[in-house]
């Protein structure tokens, strides 16, 4: 099957926020150090700006990695604030709903995908989780869980995410954002 993304009808505003959640800094003793929130499933439109955030928090980004199970196309290289990041992609090593970002320091993290459409609570939960230095669950698992155990949605709070993705915008903004993230790309797999 080949599967073809349209950049020119795809919705996207620039300058958006990248949905990014990360382990404070120390020894982790989990296997994520955070997750991101992607808006579609096009890794040329999501990647840079990805990248380009971590680099302001993490140093320069030289390599990336994905599974292609959640991915219709991977690009070999993706332009970043002057310079060129490396995407490989792995379907055995890697799990398929974590994506692996190396820095030139060297460092690594290991981040959980969150499929576009989840809903802004269910990311909330899901991010709150694998930043969570105590977790030891796999990318997998944590979605299959469905967001969490008790403990983590016990401590887990709104403020999480940025005030534009929560539902408390409206009546039906969880909804509405859901159908544009599946608007901008074919349907995400479901965790397995």
Do not use: C
């Not at 490989?88 to 499929?115: C, K, N």
Request: net charge neutral.
């Amino acid at each position: 099957m080949t599967v073809t993304l349209d950049r020119a009808t795809t919705l996207r505003t620039p300058k958006l926020p990248v949905w990014l959640s990360l382990a404070s800094g120390g020894v982790r003793t989990g296997r994520l150090d955070g997750a991101w929130w992607p808006r579609s499933r096009d890794l040329l439109l999501e990647l840079p700006d990805l990248a380009a955030e971590l680099e302001k928090r993490w140093g320069r980004v030289i390599r990336i990695t994905v599974n292609p199970a959640q991915w219709p196309a991977i690009p070999r290289r993706i332009p970043v604030a002057g310079h060129t990041v490396h995407v490989g992609w792995f379907t055995t090593e890697q799990d398929q709903h974590m994506i692996t970002v190396f820095s030139y320091a060297p460092r690594r993290l290991d981040l959980l995908v969150i499929p576009p459409s989840t809903e802004a609570v269910d990311a909330g939960r899901l991010m709150y989780e694998a930043a969570d230095p105590t977790s030891s669950r796999t990318a997998s698992a944590l979605l299959t869980a469905g967001g969490g155990d008790s403990a983590a949605e016990s401590e887990f709070h709104s403020d999480f995410l940025p005030s534009a993705v929560l539902p408390a915008n409206g009546p039906g903004e969880a909804d509405r954002r859901a159908e544009v993230a599946r608007t901008r790309a074919a349907a995400w797999p479901e965790p397995a």
